[in-house]
């Protein structure tokens, strides 16, 4: 990556996301909504399993996910996010979760 920023990050994620065939809409959407690092928050925060990490778990690339995104740069983010993001990373691969995460 040319720069090892939180934009940079992002922007290489979709581009591997896109190139597998998964365009994240909602992401984008809400991207351009409330801008990068809020929207991030929203969806990381969220209780329910994001559609995003499931698709990108089942595409191989969790490594660049949003909750991957909050783990590489912890200071853009609230301690919150930081722990929602660490959980369902270290649970992605957890059966008895699934659908919880």
């Not at 351009?32 to 969806?43: C, N, V």
Request: net charge positive; aromatic share 10%.
């Amino acid at each position: 990556m040319p720069q090892d920023t939180l934009e940079a990050f992002v922007e290489e994620s979709l581009r591997r996301s896109l190139e597998r065939g998964y365009h994240p809409t909602i992401f984008q959407k809400m991207r351009q909504d409330y801008g990068l690092e809020r929207a991030i928050e929203k969806l990381v925060e969220s209780s329910d399993i994001q559609s995003g990490f499931a698709r990108l778990k089942d595409l191989g690339l969790l490594d660049w996910s949003l909750e991957a995104a909050v783990i590489r740069f912890p200071g853009s983010f609230p301690v919150k996010t930081r722990e929602y993001a660490g959980f369902r990373l270290s649970h992605a691969k957890d059966r008895t979760l699934r659908g919880r995460i």
